[in-house]
């Protein structure tokens, strides 16, 4: 058996992370679904690609 299971996140909170952090949503989503509850390293992401 695998634990193939990928995190999804709903396009409202993708919406409002991209927002915040000034990056596409299409990368936000990508971002939360890596990272998934770990919102601290969520936004070191995103600082990365806002730069």
């Known amino acids: ?3 193939n299971v ?4 709903s396009l409202a909170e993708a919406k409002v ?3 915040k ?3 596409d949503i299409e990368d ?3 971002i939360l679904d ?3 509850d770990n919102r601290k390293a969520a936004d070191k992401a995103a600082r990365r690609i806002a730069a």
């Not at 990928?6 to 996140?9: D, E, F, G, K, L």
């Open 17 to 19: 992370f991209a927002k």
């Open 6 to 9: 990928q995190a999804t996140t």
């Open 21 to 23: 952090h000034r990056i």
């Open 34 to 36: 890596e990272h998934g």
């Open 1 to 3: 058996m695998t634990d």
């Open 28 to 30: 936000a989503q990508k």
